[in-house]
């Protein structure tokens, strides 16, 4: 048995190299039915089903592989990584340090280790991390440029610029590295070295939002002193196959031209460009036309709530909550549900994977305490946010999860996906508002949709206008000193002027946006 053993194993550890995940993971519980206590297969399939998202899965398989062997550094640092995805940090903080443990010169692990440990906010023991990363693999760039947010973080704004530098020199295509690079010279008044940065970083990932909305502050100041704005922005214009960056630069185009007589042109512009978005509708590849069921038929009015400067906005949302004719969902997690990268990861299996996708992806509508990462601005991501908006501690003592059945809202959406033959990202939003009304047993037709979409991305936002061209904006504004109060504050105890002229340059565009000049937007 042994020879059959070793070469099934040897074809599964090539197939998972070659990124075969399918037929790995088979070849691995082939190997694993005839030789259960197999740990390089039970380490290797943990690490794959990791890898995959099967994050439960992983954490069972790798915790037995430890107990058979308390001292396999490698199973202990996947444990870790699985932890950490899970949002776990404490307890993938212990499963680093055994693997370091048992292995002292473990320079991914002590990586790692620092990552969770920015996560945690632990910020001294973070670069304490990474420079053992780098002691002992010094060509490491990953952790160069982690110890570069570790100084940024931290307001050593010299030592991350000399790390992400050398994060660049060790790795010329390492466009995040760029982008932070962007960040530092932009806040030290480097304006033209800053928007280079930005621009290395676009060509390299044209799709990186975070570059994309960076780069707009250097460029209007920049605009303050030349009228020639094309001349500096990025020049993608050979190489741009993204359908996304091309978009990218019509907004950021927009953005550049407020205040100007081309304002309605630019902003035109933008959702023409939109309207040719690519995967604009999925189709249900089953669908027989002569079996669908259009009995039901979602709401089609919308009313957006966005907010700016802390001004009550939860407030309101909590007393529309649980009225009789309106649809909302709770709390402000689906701010960036119309962006881009968020509709991409929703359909990228499919019809079929649709309604299971978006409750794994918003795994916090179902369970308010779930530590999974949803989508925030500039394609980022935000971790418990739940707990940090209050869901987790409801009801009239206080001590209650907000929850929801997700077995059921799953079968709810599935049916309700089943009457249509197509759908673009809006009708989806209105299933998902009936599929959650269905699911709390409240099966009253709504005749209206609130959208707090609070503090959403651009691109975000024009999607949502440019698909429900007929919604209604209400922006809440806060009386215009506390607001400046809340936001300066801090900065403005620590001396830190550049921070508070950049919150308010930020917010007086905010305010002027040809956005809200229109008869359905309402400020309050």
């Not at 630019?266 to 027989?288: G, P, Q, Y």
């Not at 000193?481 to 340059?505: D, G, M, P």
């Amino acid at each position: 048995m042994k020879p059959i053993v070793d070469q099934t194993f040897k074809q599964a550890f090539t197939s998972h190299g070659e990124g075969k995940i399918d037929e790995a993971e088979r070849l691995y519980r082939m190997v694993l039915k005839i030789q259960p206590e197999h740990l390089d297969a039970n380490n290797n399939l943990g690490l794959l089903l990791s890898l995959s998202g099967r994050l439960d899965e992983a954490e069972t398989i790798l915790k037995k592989v430890i107990e058979f062997k308390p001292d396999f550094a490698d199973a202990h640092f996947n444990l870790a990584n699985a932890l950490c995805q899970k949002a776990r940090f404490k307890e993938a903080e212990v499963s680093y340090k055994k693997a370091i443990g048992f292995r002292p010169n473990y320079a991914q692990a002590y990586n790692n280790l620092g990552v969770t440990m920015f996560s945690l906010n632990k910020l001294n023991e973070g670069e304490i991390s990474f420079k053992k990363a780098i002691e002992f693999k010094p060509d490491y760039d990953e952790a160069h440029f982690n110890l570069g947010l570790t100084f940024q973080k931290t307001e050593k704004f010299e030592k991350a610029e000399i790390s992400y530098k050398k994060a660049i020199e060790l790795k010329p295509d390492y466009a995040d590295a760029y982008n932070n690079l962007g960040t530092i010279q932009n806040f030290n008044g480097d304006l033209i070295a800053s928007i280079d940065s930005f621009k290395q970083a676009l060509n390299i990932r044209p799709d990186l939002a975070e570059a994309w909305s960076s780069i707009f502050f250097p460029l209007q100041t920049i605009k303050l002193q030349t009228l020639a704005i094309e001349d500096h922005l990025p020049l993608l214009d050979e190489q741009m196959s993204s359908k996304y960056a091309i978009i990218a630069k019509s907004i950021l185009s927009y953005y550049l031209n407020l205040g100007n007589p081309s304002t309605k042109s630019s902003f035109d512009e933008v959702l023409r460009m939109l309207s040719s978005a690519d995967n604009i509708f999925v189709k249900n590849i089953k669908a027989t036309p002569s079996k669908l069921i259009t009995e039901s038929t979602p709401p089609k009015k919308i009313t957006a709530l966005l907010h700016f400067g802390r001004s009550g906005t939860g407030l309101l949302h909590s007393l529309i909550d649980g009225h009789s004719d309106v649809s909302t969902l709770p709390s402000i997690y689906f701010s960036e549900f119309f962006d881009h990268f968020t509709w991409k990861k929703i359909i990228a299996g499919g019809w079929e994977e649709m309604a299971d996708r978006f409750a794994a992806i918003y795994d916090v509508l179902f369970d308010a305490s779930s530590p999974i990462k949803i989508p925030t601005l500039r394609n980022q991501s935000i971790s418990n946010i739940g707990q940090k908006e209050g869901m987790t501690t409801v009801g009239p003592e206080r001590n209650e999860v907000l929850s929801v059945d997700k077995k059921k809202f799953i079968k709810e959406l599935k049916q309700l996906m089943n009457c249509h033959d197509r759908l673009d990202q809006f009708t989806f939003f209105e299933l998902i508002h009936s599929a959650y009304e269905k699911t709390i047993d409240n099966h009253k037709e709504k005749s209206l949709i609130f959208y707090h979409i609070h503090n959403p991305d651009i691109y975000a936002q024009f999607n949502l206008l440019k698909l429900a061209s007929g919604a209604n904006l209400l922006m809440m504004i806060r009386e215009p000193l506390q607001s400046c109060e809340s936001w300066i504050r801090t900065s403005f105890q620590k001396n830190n002027y550049k921070i508070v002229a950049y919150s308010i340059f930020q917010m007086l565009f905010q305010v002027d946006n040809i956005i809200f000049q229109n008869n359905n937007s309402i400020w309050s």
